[in-house]
């Protein structure tokens, strides 16, 4: 049986009275890749920021690598590591001394070797001299990739991590994912909007709305239950509050 890596109970979050996120239960299993689907809005975001110790809950409690998080937030985190589109590295730095300056926080041995060979694994070894702030978007998503993957993580949170990516790239990107987390067993929590990156690489999703998990199971599981052909069907139907989503609250209660 499947060691779990994060468990998260009862958690909520509320802003200033309003609700992010109503009541979320979940647990992810060691060496799985679970995407946390959701329009803008859902509670997506809040719940990783929440597992980042970014910010607090007002209620619930999560346990990750069987500690509890605000207790053991740095102990964890050494133990893990974050990579988003929209979360930018220093710019005016080249991107091996963003390396470097992340491999002595993290502190990686043979940090030259390491820093050159995800490089060389994300085809960007080319840009090693390159000013940080020069790079386009989808470079500065790959370099952000390498820099969250230098301290050989247990445990990867992705958000969004192909959102600037060309088709081409995209599709490189996602099976590099997956032959990463085959190899090495990294457990990874992903956030996307692009229901191809979610049905290609993770093995199980958690569909949100309105601060609440609605669906929950392989992403074929999550077809079937609203009746759709596709993630992004059921995707439009649970963002327009359509009779998909209708039909998924009565069963619900």
Same mark, same amino acid.
């Given at each position: 049986m499947a060691e779990t890596l994060v468990d998260v109970q009862h958690l909520r979050k509320e802003f200033d009275g309003t609700v992010a996120v109503a009541d979320v239960s979940f647990t992810v299993q060691h060496g799985e890749i679970v995407g946390v689907l959701g329009a803008n809005g859902a509670g997506k975001t809040t719940t990783i920021q929440i597992l980042l110790g970014l910010i607090k809950p007002t209620s619930g409690t999560i346990t990750v690598f069987g500690k509890d998080l605000e207790r053991h937030r740095v102990e964890i985190l050494q133990r893990a590591n974050f990579s988003s589109a929209y979360t930018g590295l220093p710019s005016n730095l080249k991107v091996w001394e963003n390396m470097l300056i992340f491999a002595m926080i993290y502190g990686v041995q043979n940090h030259r070797q390491k820093t050159d060979e995800l490089l060389e694994m994300f085809e960007i070894a080319h840009l090693r001299n390159k000013i940080t702030g020069h790079l386009s978007s @989808? #470079? &500065?998503?790959? =370099?952000n990739l390498c820099k969250a993957l230098l301290n050989d993580p247990e445990l990867l949170m992705l958000d969004e991590p192909t959102a600037s990516l060309d088709p081409d790239i995209a599709d490189k990107v996602r099976k590099l994912l997956r032959r990463i987390q085959s190899e090495r067993q990294i457990t990874m929590v992903y956030t996307s909007h692009n229901m191809r990156d979610v049905e290609e690489v993770c093995d199980r999703v958690l569909f949100m709305h309105k601060g609440r998990i609605i669906a929950e199971g392989t992403p074929q599981q999550v077809k079937d239950k609203f009746n759709q052909k &596709?993630? #992004?069907? =059921?995707?439009? +139907? =649970?963002?327009? @509050? @359509?009779? =998909?989503?209708?039909? +998924? #609250?009565?069963e619900a209660t």
């Open positions: @989808g #470079e &500065s998503t790959r =370099v &596709s993630l #992004e069907d =059921v995707f439009i +139907s =649970v963002a327009r @509050g @359509g009779d =998909v989503l209708a039909t +998924s #609250e009565k």
